[in-house]
């Protein structure tokens, strides 16, 4: 038996102020029987001694200290650019943006 009616979904559309043809309203019914078949078979494995978690593996902090390094001078980044101006690259404008 199906957990969700094509009644259930109508109301939800109603709701959600979506309007979907009879196909729609089988298709997403059955969809959202899967989902919730989905989460039961979850819920039935899931131990009372296992803490919540959003990943299977630890995940440590992988970012390196923020530290001054040597790097380009403005001149040197600009050096190729085909235009420059005010030590910044010079595009052209886009979306008819004033000046």
């Known amino acids: ?37 989905a989460v039961a078979k979850v819920r039935e494995v899931a131990a009372e001694d296992v803490p919540p978690s959003s990943h299977a593996l630890p995940i440590t902090n992988v970012y390196r200290p923020d530290e001054v390094r040597p790097s380009l001078t403005p001149q040197q980044a600009l050096s190729g650019a085909p235009a420059v101006e005010d030590d910044r690259f010079r595009v052209p404008r886009i979306l008819g943006e004033e000046a």
């Open 1 to 37: 038996m199906s957990a969700i009616t094509r009644d259930e979904v109508a109301h939800l559309a109603r709701l959600s102020r979506l309007a979907l043809s009879d196909d729609e309203l089988d298709h997403y019914a059955s969809q959202l029987d899967a989902i919730i078949a």
